[in-house]
């Protein structure tokens, strides 16, 4: 086996080729955990690997708690489903609130403030939704002045200990709404069961993976990721490639190309997020984007490898794609990359153009 099967077996887990899901719910299910700070990417995210799904259906089940949107994992925000949000947050909370804790300082958010600003959040938001700049006035109306890079703090560490989480949109404006609102409240798991369910859940839908790329995914500690392998014993299959080993459900290769061979891949997509060093798999060639230069940081994938980065221009009358390709596309890889954007098309329900880029 080469690194090259690595992305061949990822695709194929993560449902980007192969069985496709056939609700929204399911796709959040099966990957568990879907980073979406880039809110409209992000839903793109979970289409993709779904039959059917819209971007405006996706608006939907935010809006009615079927899907939730909060800051889980790591400090930033993710899809989850509501059947996994408490025990994810009590099994990897306490980590991310570990890293965040020189900012609270440098912030002066005391314990004591913080519990301050749950409640308030209760009140306010009790039986209602309010957007960020209508918090915002919330906390200051009770003496609480928050601001920027303090404000987030504030929300972020109640949405890891399941006061809030994202309400869905008001306009274009997300809003936030008490988590006991949505889901009701319910036990959590035994924290061995827990860590046993995460390690079996992430392995399976993001594996080939390795011991590093589940501790970044997760914020556990690598002791901790250890014992989840031990407890998940033969459910997970183990394979060494270039002196790595690597954990997934199967090492079994699919049998000849993906189906769809093509993807436009959102820069935060699980398909490269969903991992630390061995991101590289995806792009032996090295082509992909660096960082946000001047916006190309989303990617087009053919035959799990990026074949161009992408800068995603959100227009009036549709979507462009402008790519820098890793090579002078043929023929077949443009009528891949217009049938990528077609599907895309489809999803938003809008125009959606490629152009190719110097």
């Not at 059917?52 to 790591?74: F, P």
């Not at 804790?101 to 939704?129: K, P, S, V």
């Not at 869905?168 to 860590?195: C, H, M, N, S």
């Not at 390795?210 to 299959?237: C, H, I, P, Q, Y």
């Amino acid at each position: 086996m080469e690194k090259r099967d690595i992305a061949r077996l990822r695709l194929r887990s993560q449902r980007l080729s192969a069985t496709k899901v056939d609700s929204i719910d399911g796709v959040i299910n099966w990957l568990v955990c879907s980073q979406s700070q880039d809110y409209g990417p992000g839903k793109w995210s979970i289409g993709q690997r779904g039959l059917g799904l819209s971007d405006a259906a996706l608006d939907e089940a935010l809006a009615e708690g079927r899907i939730l949107r909060t800051h889980i994992l790591r400090p930033t925000w993710h899809f989850v489903a509501p059947s996994d949000i408490r025990w994810i947050q009590a099994l990897t909370g306490p980590r991310v609130l570990v890293q965040n804790r020189h900012y609270m300082t440098q912030l002066e958010l005391t314990d004591a403030l913080l519990q301050q600003t749950a409640e308030i959040l209760q009140n306010a938001l009790a039986g209602r939704r309010l957007t960020r700049p209508q918090v915002q006035m919330a906390l200051a109306d009770a003496g609480v002045v928050a601001e920027g890079t303090r404000l987030a703090y504030i929300l972020m560490q109640a949405e890891l200990e399941c006061v809030i989480v994202s309400g869905g949109l008001t306009g274009k404006q997300q809003t936030y709404a008490l988590l006991d609102e949505l889901v009701p409240p319910a036990p959590t798991k035994d924290p061995d069961e827990a860590l046993t369910e995460l390690t079996l859940r992430y392995f399976t839908s993001h594996g080939p993976a390795s011991v590093a790329d589940f501790r970044w995914w997760s914020s556990l500690t690598v002791a901790d990721v250890k014992r989840g392998l031990e407890m998940a014993g033969r459910d997970l299959e183990k394979h060494t490639v270039d002196g790595l080993d690597y954990w997934a459900s199967t090492f079994d290769l699919p049998v000849g190309p993906p189906e769809p061979r093509a993807h436009f891949i959102q820069g935060l997509d699980e398909y490269f997020v969903g991992y630390q060093k061995t991101r590289s798999a995806a792009d032996i060639g090295g082509f992909g984007p660096r960082g946000y230069d001047r916006g190309f940081y989303h990617t087009f994938v053919l035959d799990g490898q990026v074949a161009a980065a992408v800068r995603r221009i959100v227009e009036k009358d549709g979507v462009t794609f402008e790519m820098r390709q890793a090579w002078p596309f043929s023929a077949d890889d443009i009528a891949e990359a217009e049938g990528a954007a077609s599907r895309y098309a489809t999803f938003l329900d809008s125009d959606v153009r490629v152009k190719m880029v110097a």
